[in-house]
């Protein structure tokens, strides 16, 4: 618990007044309102900040920004944007990827000399995608205090209008930016079935559209979200084929996005696992040999074992007609599938 009950009960009284006290730990309650906070010394707050729109900077988070010994900021001119938006004078440090774990150490000490500090990033949530994380870590060691004070994320604005399952969901980041890397963390994903969020990049996001395609099949649920919580916020939902003519459409296409992509369905799930058993035990055995393993191992219908067999027959047949031969052994004369 990082709020001080005392405080919330004087909060009325404390209307826009400055309360000071020790107790505890706590150093200062600064009340507002009906909402109060509590800023404890040796405590490291990570503090979600807005995606666009400066009014979704929580009164918590505002509360906690000004009375702060300290925030580290991603990008100083960035947050110094908002911190002025909102009059607050608290001081800002630089904390990014590539001085977060040189930093790190001088955080801890302040903690340490029982300073309370906060972590910020651009837009959102830290950590998520974001610095952060050697931080948290460095001080969940040393044994200090972690508040999490929450609010904007990309993730979860996206997830809450995709229109997609949200009870089970994976977010994957940004996907590599070169395309053989991509495509092979895509394939990985093909059979994945929990609703699938990914960062995306203007200038990568068509090429990673045309490999979805490609990897999860154009009639895949997809929705795109751009530029959440701003002037120019929208979105489409309809399927990866669609959404590849969209993007074909715009002359550009700009500003922050997240994709949030349906998962596999269960049927086509467990449809691609029997191919792959087929398909495994065709290299070893006769068509009919393999028909016969597949249907004991995976308990599945002879006939549901015997189509995909075909499938599989007719796919390398048109793969490759040099490959007739080998097709051959699968030859569905064969095998009688009463
Ligand atoms: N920490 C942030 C969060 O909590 O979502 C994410 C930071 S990550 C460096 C930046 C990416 O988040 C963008 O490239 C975009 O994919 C997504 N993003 C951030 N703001 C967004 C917005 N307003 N609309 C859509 N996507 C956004």
Redesign the pocket.
Known sequence: MCAHPAATANSKKANRRRVLFNNGGIVRTVSEGLAAVSIEQGVLYVV?TP??NLQDLSPRARQVLGDVDVVFAEDTRVSARLLNHFGIATPLLPFHQHNERRVCPGVVRRLAARQSVALI??????????PGYHLVQAVRAAGYKLCSIPG???????LAVAGLPTDRFVFE??LPPRRPARRDRLSALRHEQRTLV????PHRVRDCVADMNEVFGADRRVTL??????IY?ETFAGTLRGLSEWLQEKARVQ????MVVAGAAEAVHEHERLRHSVATLLKYLPARQAVAAATEISGANKNQIYRIMLEIASHSVAEDGKREESAGSCNPGEISTN
């Not at 990033?121 to 974001?130: H, K, V």
């Not at 904007?152 to 996206?158: G, K, L, Q």
């Not at 990914?198 to 990049?201: A, D, L």
């Open positions: 979600a995606i666009g990033c651009d837009a959102g949530t830290p950590l998520i995608s974001d904007p994320c990309a993730i979860v604005a996206s980041g940004f990914v960062y995306e990049v979200a751009r530029e959440l919580t701003k916020e500003g922050e996005i997240v």
